[in-house]
């Protein structure tokens, strides 16, 4: 009884290491085509507790971005605000619609 019940284990074993070997294998030729085996980037967040002075700054570098002749999404993306997001402070902080400033 004992055999038959470390048949199935080695092969689950065994199809492990041959899937794990498959993965490394992609993980390297991505690594090569592309320069790296990370697929997956991560986004750094904004804290949820800014206070307006923060959201203000944030809103204001966004502007001035915006003033020099950037666009509104290349704009929120450099300071890392979502475009959304940057609309939502404007509007909690009483400061209605961009207007380019001369």
């Not at 020099?68 to 909690?92: D, P, Q, W």
Request: charged fraction near 30%; hydrophobic fraction near 35%.
């Amino acid at each position: 009884m004992s055999n038959s019940t470390r048949s199935p284990i080695s092969g689950f074993m065994q199809w492990a290491e041959r899937r794990l070997a498959e993965e490394v294998e992609r993980n390297e030729q991505m690594a090569k085509q592309v320069g790296t085996a990370q697929w997956l980037v991560i986004h750094e967040r904004l804290p949820y507790n800014l206070s307006d002075a923060q959201r203000l700054d944030l809103v204001k570098e966004v502007d001035k971005l915006r003033d020099e002749g950037m666009g509104n999404i290349a704009s929120c993306k450099k300071v890392g605000l979502h475009v959304t997001t940057y609309c939502k402070f404007r509007k909690k902080l009483g400061m209605g619609n961009y207007k380019k400033t001369i």
